[in-house]
């Protein structure tokens, strides 16, 4: 009983494609995150989705478009894929509160490696 | 300046010592702080929190946290070599967490 699973594991494609990764938590946390980890294994926020709504939309490069159905469910879809791209990519999630820190403590997946060749 | 420094290691403790992991963050806004272990190839799990200035105990592991001095750091006492892996800080503003870049520990029998 995976409390946040992502699907793929690994994901090997060609520039230029378009791929999607897809994650699903069942912690009954209201937020969902996706985060980025480089090579060199600094982990970005990209992306957050709060009851369906996007709340942190950082930096991102338009290719990149996440969907969240409902919020045990946050995918993200990538468009024509570039080498820089390869990274893995982790979903998390949480409750969205202002209360105590506990509240706030984000649970990762497993992560997706994805290698754009 | 980056928004959480750490020491990107790797530090390099014997087994049974008290390894000491340091984090510095900019933002004086900053609520929570929050220490995740990565071993190589697996996903961040969270060790413990800490919001409020002083000291944490969970069993071998101890967060210190001084908001004057914008620091925030982590003992683990008895050191193991399962201890061994990558240790992120993370800083909550608002709904975000910002992660150092880690710092890599490494325990030798």
């Known amino acids: 009983d995976t409390a946040v699973s992502q699907t793929p594991k690994y994901l090997v494609t060609q520039m230029g494609n378009d791929k999607s990764i897809k994650c699903e938590q069942n912690?009954?946390?209201?937020?969902m995150y996706w985060y980025k980890q480089d090579s060199k294994k600094f982990l970005k926020i990209m992306f957050s989705y709060n009851n369906k709504e996007l709340i942190i939309n950082e930096t991102v490069p338009n290719r990149f478009s996440p969907k969240s159905p409902d919020k045990a469910h946050l995918n993200l879809h990538i468009n024509s894929l570039e080498l820089g791209d390869s990274a893995v990519y982790f979903c998390?999630?949480?409750?969205?509160?202002?209360?105590?820190?506990?509240?706030?403590?984000?649970?990762f997946g497993p992560g997706t490696r994805l290698l754009v060749l | 300046q980056k928004e959480v420094e750490q020491n990107s290691g790797p530090l390099s403790v014997p087994e049974g010592a008290i390894a000491s992991l340091n984090c510095t963050y900019s933002?004086?806004?900053?609520?929570?702080f929050f220490w995740y272990r990565q071993y190589s190839g697996k996903s961040p799990e969270l060790i413990m929190f800490i919001y409020s200035n002083g000291d944490k105990e969970d069993g071998r592991f101890t967060a210190q946290l001084n908001k004057a001095s914008q620091y925030v750091s982590l003992l683990i006492r008895d050191s193991q070599p399962s201890d061994s892996a990558t240790y992120l800080c993370a800083v909550r503003n608002t709904d975000k967490l910002i992660f150092g870049t880690g710092t890599r520990l490494q325990v030798f029998p």
């Open positions: 912690l009954g946390h209201d937020t």
């Open positions: 998390a999630s949480s409750f969205r509160t202002s209360g105590g820190a506990w509240e706030a403590t984000q649970y």
């Open positions: 933002d004086r806004g900053s609520q929570s």
